[in-house]
């Protein structure tokens, strides 16, 4: 006994050094990080370089160091468009920017109003008598609506510029349901409320499928209108809808394609396009891995401090999914949410704008966010939204309070229809044996019993509380726009709306994008000729965050290579995976009634697969064998 004593005794003190020197190890490296923490820098006379290595979003999701550390690799990076259209219109008016350089060799997209926002800035320092550059080794179609806007667009001459058009297939697991015999219990009202196809069909509703052609119609029409005013002598037609035959006009070459197309404006490498930026802009530190004198933009920002003077105007964004509890920034957590407009009621605002950017989500969250919003009303504060790419479903459901409605032609809005689905696998188990028996007392005793299945009345009940929250929205939107519910209701069962079209049925009120809603909000909040300023609402950002947004946005460089056709399509693969991950979680996960539009979603760059999301998929998986 006194051996094995000793050597539990060892292993313990084994173990309490190993724990010791990890604690050392672990601080040693905070500590380290943050006395390297890069300073914010000073501005180079020279060039403004956006090395756009990531997606274009609303708002920027919050870094979760933990997360970071535990996954070994950083998350997909994320620039807020407003911070990238500052940006460019102070370069547009600062003689110290000669030059604007868009780096995209590693750009993961962005939404087109984002896109078309952030091409009217650059027409704006090329007004102001400044070259805009931009560099890709390939062109996808938000790479080309960039591109479009520059005075000099440059690929890689092993590069392609290729433009596909919004659109592709949704996966539908009918089929899969079926086979391993899930009972997938769905209650919808709304036969245009696309979003549990899925999981009762085994291809598109005739409703869906107008639905996506109107929608996907519209938003391709829009960016073909955006490129071609950008570039008017540009063969724009001919090269999307036959590319493998431009390509064999320009000798099989696809980079040779592109510039007789006049989607590019000439074909040279990073070296040939940093030569020529280097002319424009100047020499920069021999030790630096770029030649030419440059700023980033994260300096750029730190240097040019939003200047507030005046009237206040509160901004709340309310950016991708509406979920239960306290989630985001990056999502629109109802509770954090609520509390945000809540905390700044009284803050002496003169108008709230709320800038929503959702396909929806959770119906419960969009309520909780919607009564916050109406409590600014009622203090008589005016409230007016601003809807971007998306404000559908849930989130239309959160823009009911305003008095005015702006949306922009290609917003994808309305989807006012609701549903839930909730799995129970009786009929599975009964094919291994499995079966199920009790005693009620009231037919709901028990229940939802997801193992021995659902009562009729059960059903009935869920149905009736999903009726019950479409009536609740159909009674929200037709007291906002003036209407009956029986009205909304014709225009509503779920069907999705471009922005244009909203305004002709009466759910938006005027065609105008951010900047538009934030002048009628200072008009209405009695500012007149005054100075005001827009002041986003947010938490205050823990300083763990603050320094890894820092550093990663200083230390950027040529770490990740440049992509090829190949290898960009498979990176942006992930928002199919996203996609797919949703439906999936979507039937499984424990969530409400939902106001969510699945036509929507997803974002470009996709929903991160994480590792504690791959359980569900390898279990499915392991069936299939």
Do not use: C
């Given at each position: 006994m006194k051996f094995a004593s000793k050597i539990w005794k060892l292993l313990v003190g084994i173990k309490d050094a190993l724990a010791l020197l990890f604690l050392i190890l672990f601080?040693?490296?905070?500590?380290?990080?943050?006395?390297?923490?890069?300073?914010?820098?000073?501005?180079?006379?020279?060039?403004?370089?956006?090395?756009?290595?990531?997606?274009?979003?609303?708002?920027?999701?919050?870094?979760?160091?933990?997360?970071?550390?535990?996954?070994?690799?950083?998350?997909?990076?994320?620039?807020?468009?407003?911070?990238?259209?500052?940006?460019?219109?102070?370069?547009?008016?600062?003689?110290?920017?000669?030059?604007?350089?868009?780096?995209?060799?590693?750009?993961?997209?962005?939404?087109?109003?984002?896109?078309?926002?952030?091409?009217?800035?650059?027409?704006?320092?090329?007004?102001?008598?400044?070259?805009?550059?931009?560099?890709?080794?390939?062109?996808?179609?938000?790479?080309?609506?960039?591109?479009?806007?520059?005075?000099?667009?440059?690929?890689?001459?092993?590069?392609?510029?290729?433009?596909?058009?919004?659109?592709?297939?949704?996966?539908?697991?009918?089929?899969?349901?079926?086979?391993?015999?899930?009972?997938?219990?769905?209650?919808?009202?709304?036969?245009?409320?696309?979003?549990?196809?899925?999981?009762?069909?085994?291809?598109?509703?005739?409703?869906?499928?107008?639905?996506?052609?109107?929608?996907?119609?519209?938003?391709?029409?829009?960016?073909?209108?955006?490129?071609?005013?950008?570039?008017?002598?540009?063969?724009?037609?001919?090269?999307?809808?036959?590319?493998?035959?431009?390509?064999?006009?320009?000798?099989?070459?696809?980079?040779?394609?592109?510039?007789?197309?006049?989607?590019?404006?000439?074909?040279?490498?990073?070296?040939?396009?940093?030569?020529?930026?280097?002319?424009?802009a100047g020499k920069g530190d021999a030790d630096d891995d770029v030649p030419y004198a440059y700023t980033r933009l994260a300096t750029w920002l730190k240097a040019n401090p939003e200047k507030q003077q005046g009237a206040k105007i509160a901004v709340v964004t309310i950016a991708n999914e509406i979920v239960d509890g306290d989630a985001g920034p990056g999502k629109a957590g109802g509770d954090r949410i609520a509390k945000l407009l809540d905390d700044n009621l009284k803050e002496g605002y003169k108008a709230l704008v709320v800038r929503i950017d959702s396909p929806g989500g959770s119906a419960t969250a969009a309520e909780r966010i919607r009564r916050a919003i109406q409590r600014w009303r009622d203090a008589r504060i005016p409230v007016v939204v601003s809807m971007g790419n998306l404000a559908a479903s849930g989130g239309y459901w959160v823009s009911t309070p305003a008095q005015k409605v702006f949306a922009e032609p290609a917003t994808i809005t309305g989807s006012i229809g609701v549903f839930a689905v909730i799995p129970s696998f009786e009929k599975t188990l009964a094919d291994f044996g499995v079966t199920s028996d009790g005693v009620r007392t009231t037919p709901l005793s028990g229940q939802p019993d997801v193992l021995g299945g659902f009562t009729p009345e059960l059903n009935d009940l869920l149905q009736s509380s999903v009726e019950n929250t479409y009536g609740k929205f159909l009674g929200l939107v037709a007291k906002a726009r003036g209407r009956t519910p029986a009205q909304i209701d014709a225009i509503g069962q779920g069907r999705i709306w471009p922005g244009a079209q909203a305004k002709e049925l009466g759910l938006v009120d005027e065609m105008g994008n951010l900047d538009t809603a934030l002048a009628y909000a200072a008009k209405a909040g009695g500012v007149g000729n005054g100075k005001w300023y827009a002041e986003f609402l947010h938490e205050p950002v823990d300083p763990f965050t603050s320094f890894f947004e820092d550093f990663e946005a200083d230390s950027q460089g040529d770490a990740a290579a440049a992509y090829d056709f190949a290898g960009l399509i498979a990176a942006r693969q992930q928002a199919q995976a996203g996609r797919a991950l949703h439906q999936v979680k979507g039937l499984f996960a424990a969530q409400g009634v939902q106001a969510y539009c699945m036509e929507c979603a997803p974002a470009p760059g996709g929903e991160r697969v994480e590792a504690k999301d791959l359980t569900l998929l390898q279990a499915l998986a392991g069936l299939m064998r």
């Open positions: 601080f040693g490296l905070i500590y380290a990080a943050l006395t390297a923490r890069p300073t914010a820098g000073h501005v180079q006379k020279g060039a403004l370089l956006l090395d756009l290595d990531g997606t274009v979003v609303e708002e920027k999701s919050q870094i979760d160091p933990l997360s970071v550390l535990m996954a070994g690799e950083a998350p997909t990076h994320e620039y807020a468009a407003r911070d990238i259209e500052r940006a460019l219109h102070l370069a547009a008016k600062d003689d110290r920017i000669k030059v604007v350089v868009l780096d995209l060799s590693r750009f993961m997209g962005g939404r087109f109003i984002h896109l078309k926002e952030i091409g009217a800035a650059m027409d704006d320092v090329r007004k102001a008598g400044k070259p805009v550059l931009t560099f890709a080794n390939v062109y996808l179609d938000d790479g080309i609506q960039l591109a479009a806007h520059s005075s000099e667009a440059w690929l890689d001459p092993m590069g392609e510029a290729v433009a596909a058009g919004p659109g592709g297939t949704v996966n539908y697991y009918k089929g899969l349901i079926d086979r391993f015999k899930v009972n997938a219990h769905v209650y919808r009202v709304g036969t245009h409320k696309s979003a549990v196809e899925p999981y009762m069909r085994s291809g598109m509703s005739p409703e869906a499928r107008g639905d996506y052609e109107n929608a996907y119609g519209a938003l391709w029409d829009a960016w073909k209108a955006d490129v071609k005013k950008a570039r008017p002598k540009a063969h724009i037609d001919e090269l999307v809808s036959n590319p493998v035959a431009a390509m064999k006009a320009a000798g099989g070459d696809f980079a040779q394609a592109a510039k007789v197309a006049g989607i590019v404006d000439r074909l040279g490498d990073k070296t040939g396009f940093d030569k020529r930026v280097t002319k424009l």
